[in-house]
């Protein structure tokens, strides 16, 4: 199994910004394409943002593009996500994902990871 630990989730007001965590052990992060999702309550697990191995290359779902950034530290494998101007619309739990695999690939399906972190919540609320 490889760990994924996610952090940084809590409630917030619409408006405001946060920054998740996801905290890797046991691989090497730079061999593995990486992935946020996210799943609000009665509703499927759906994808907010994904990185490639090297995270040159990111994809974001269209709900939060402008607002959320995906990056990548190598040094201290760990994965971001910062989330900017929140919306109601954001409140769920959010889950970091991992695939192993090179290139420029990015991955915005759940069957396409191998491996979830537990999840964080994040509440946006007023």
């Known amino acids: 199994q490889v760990p994924l630990v996610e952090s940084g989730g809590g409630l917030v007001q619409p408006g405001d910004s946060l920054k998740l965590s996801c905290t890797t052990s046991?691989?090497?992060?730079?061999?593995?394409?990486m992935g946020w999702f996210r799943q609000a309550p009665g509703k499927e697990r759906e994808f907010v943002a994904a990185?490639?191995?090297?995270?040159?290359?990111?994809k974001y779902a269209e709900s939060v593009m402008a607002r959320f950034t995906i990056s990548k530290n190598h040094t201290k494998n760990e994965v971001y996500l910062q989330m900017d101007s929140l919306e109601p619309g954001d409140t769920g739990v959010y889950y970091c994902?991992?695939?192993?695999?090179?290139?420029?690939?990015?991955?915005?399906?759940?069957?396409?990871?191998?491996?979830w972190g537990p999840g964080t919540q994040v509440p946006v609320s007023s």
């Open positions: 994902a991992a695939r192993y695999g090179h290139g420029e690939s990015v991955y915005d399906r759940t069957s396409e990871y191998d491996f």
């Open positions: 046991g691989f090497i992060l730079s061999l593995y394409a």
């Open positions: 990185a490639s191995w090297d995270g040159e290359h990111t």
